[in-house]
């Protein structure tokens, strides 16, 4: 660009270090809280649970797994759409940030309701507005960082990962302490029940952090149309882009990059992968219910509940930092597979409570390492940049698929040993294991053809 041209190369590197400086002081934490706040609002219903929500809703069996699961039918008709939305437009911290804002009030809606029509109702709205964060969060890391850079953030996009895991533990703890301090203080379906506090918490932190992190004079848009930076810090931002892809197709997203995505091999072993990672990840959807079974009060389960979660948010940080040292990604997907494999094996078949809860520790270990996974498909599908937006958020909905009807395989006839639910998730590990083996063999050999020529 022509106002770089006057630069030394000493001023260049300093402008761009000055530049990522600020991309990564405002972009990760951004991302981060808001990430939080939405896997808060995902895992609310499981820990309402345990907190009379079926009592006071007069819902039970399939109804309640229902409720659960509508989630997810929203979350998948949105996500393709909104990725797609969102890179024609240009401007996606527009739309963060009126997601942020309408399932903050969706939350407060939920705490409201009063049947089994409007839980179901809030529940499918929630997830339809809450499906253009995770792709839309990944999309918009790529079109800032290079390559490189993002391989080398791999420990910042595990913290990011680990609100997942953060945010399913505050909601445990909200609600262990909503029970102890209001126990026996109101009567049945009253709108200050524990569980309903609990959505109206919610509710208002995700105002809040919309206003102070999600405002569209906080959040940068793409580099083609933000007026966050200098002339030349936005002169860099193309440059670099630039430069890393080889060639600049434009960033304008349309269904050919759907029909591109579709016809791409890799894409769609990536979203083999993608399913089979959220497949026995979807245990955390229901972990509330898998503790119960230890036979503890609602107190005890929430309080027990917790603990494995903050323990994989830890080592989702950990497998980060491994990762951004040695600059590799097999590694530190199939490591935490071997965990999760294991720890699904011992509560499957093992009687002693000591143990299960151990082995319960450690169930959620192997989904930290799907951001890595995330990162991967978006270094491995570069350009066009519509390929790019719609490989994500197809790989994303491949790994929302499941959700839909993973509550109902944690029926109560299987209580409390859920013996038949977790030898299935155990499966589903095995198949993450092959799938990510698989990718690995076959960006092995296209990088030999290319080294080739």
């Known amino acids: 660009p022509m106002i770089l041209c006057s630069l030394s190369d000493d001023e260049l590197q300093n402008l761009e270090k000055k530049l990522i400086k600020k991309l990564d002081k405002l972009l990760l934490a951004a991302l981060f809280v808001g990430y939080y706040m939405c896997i808060m609002d995902r895992a609310n219903y499981a820990a309402a649970k345990t907190a009379g929500v079926e009592n006071d809703l007069g819902i039970a069996g399939n109804k309640s797994l229902c409720a659960l699961s509508v989630y997810y039918v929203g979350n998948i008709v949105g996500q393709i759409p909104s990725n797609l939305w969102m890179a024609k437009m240009g401007k996606p911290a527009h739309i963060l940030s009126v997601g942020m804002a309408v399932f903050g009030i969706l939350s407060v809606c939920s705490g409201v309701t009063q049947n089994f029509e409007g839980i179901v109702a809030c529940r499918f709205l929630l997830g339809l507005f ?111 882009l630039y430069k890393d892809a080889g060639s600049d197709d434009g960033s304008k997203a349309s269904w050919k990059g759907l029909q591109l995505a579709l016809k791409d091999g890799k894409a769609w072993i990536f979203a083999l992968l993608s399913f089979a990672f ?37 080592l989702a940080s950990v497998n980060g930092e491994w990762a951004k040292r040695s600059q590799r990604r097999y590694p530190h997907i199939i490591v935490p597979l071997c965990v999760a494999f294991v720890a699904f ?26 951001p890595i996974v995330m990162t991967w498909l978006a270094n491995s599908l570069v350009r066009p940049a519509s390929l790019r937006a719609s490989a994500i958020a197809a790989v994303s909905v491949a790994g929302c698929v499941n959700h839909i009807y993973s509550p109902f395989i944690f029926q109560e006839k299987y209580a409390p040993r859920m013996r038949l639910p977790l030898s299935l998730m155990a499966g589903f590990v095995a198949l993450a ?6 990718i690995l063999l076959v960006l092995t050999a296209e990088n030999r053809r290319l080294d080739a020529g």
Do not use: H
């Open 130 to 240: 809450e499906s253009c964060y995770f792709p839309g969060a990944t999309y918009f890391m790529s079109s800032w960082y290079t390559r490189k850079e993002l391989a080398a953030r791999n420990a910042a996009c595990q913290v990011f990962f680990s609100a997942q895991f953060l945010a399913s533990a505050s909601s445990s703890l909200i609600v262990a302490v909503l029970l102890k301090v209001m126990d026996g203080a109101t009567k049945d379906n009253s709108l200050v029940a524990p569980w309903r506090c609990l959505y109206y918490v919610v509710g208002l932190i995700a105002r809040t952090v919309r206003e102070t992190l999600f405002g569209p004079y906080v959040m940068p848009n793409l580099p083609e149309t933000t007026r966050f930076l200098a002339e030349r810090e936005l002169a860099m931002a193309k440059w670099r």
């Open 278 to 314: 959220t497949s026995f990840g979807s245990v955390a959807i229901v972990f509330p219910t898998v503790v119960a079974g230890l036979g503890y009060s609602k107190v005890k389960t929430n309080l027990l509940t917790a603990p494995p979660f903050i323990l994989a948010a830890v």
């Open 345 to 370: 094996i011992i509560a499957a078949t093992t009687v002693i409570g000591a143990l299960r809860y151990f082995s319960i520790m450690f169930m959620v270990i192997g989904n930290t390492a799907y």
């Open 433 to 438: 294991m092959l799938t990510a083996t698989a």
